[in-house]
């Protein structure tokens, strides 16, 4: 009666190892898909702003059209932003689980999971300020704005918190200082 030996020493690796190429390829299809969100949203906003304003220099001296142009802009600019917070989590998983990246921006460099959330709430923030914006762009009175306004507020609040909270856990460096490292280590 012979018995089956578990995997043991170098097939047990190779198991590992096959698992792991796995799990990266897993990571390179988030990063293309992010990628490709964000690709999209930057063709859609591009195409967005042509054609308002295409329509716009018909309608130039009439009521309403610069505001229009105006919450158009706003819009278009919350539009990037999330494209952007799209493209830094697909370079930022790219960076942590295949390779750093060589051609990028000093400040986009990620070197830790915190960095890319650091990053990442950044860009949220700031779409939310944006966002809450060309609301405000719109608005035509009532308290409702209120709430709305309340409501990013606290969220703002909530990231900004935890966004100060993460910086002191994980010891980041300021900003300036990631920029002088840059500087003095190409």
Request: hydrophobic share 55%; glycine share 8%.
């Amino acid at each position: 009666m012979s018995r089956s030996r578990p995997a043991s020493g170098p097939s047990r690796v190779r198991t590992v190892a096959r698992a792991f190429g796995f799990t990266l390829l897993i990571v390179e299809l988030g990063v293309l898909s992010s990628l490709a969100f964000s690709l999209a949203l930057f063709i859609a906003a591009i195409v967005q702003a042509y054609r308002t304003i295409r329509e716009a220099f018909g309608h130039l001296g009439e009521a309403g059209t610069t505001k229009e142009l105006l919450i158009a802009a706003v819009e278009q600019a919350d539009t990037l932003l999330v494209g952007v917070a799209l493209l830094i989590i697909s370079l930022g998983l790219q960076a942590l689980f295949v390779g750093q990246l060589h051609n990028v921006p000093a400040w986009l460099h990620i070197r830790t999971f915190d960095d890319l959330k650091q990053k990442l709430l950044g860009v949220v923030v700031t779409a939310l300020a944006v966002n809450f914006f060309a609301v405000a762009l719109e608005w035509q009175g009532g308290p409702d704005i209120l709430t709305y306004g309340a409501a990013i507020a606290a969220v703002i609040l909530a990231v900004g918190t935890y966004s100060v909270i993460l910086g002191r856990q994980s010891g980041l460096p300021h900003e300036h200082e990631e920029a002088r490292d840059a500087d003095l280590h190409p």
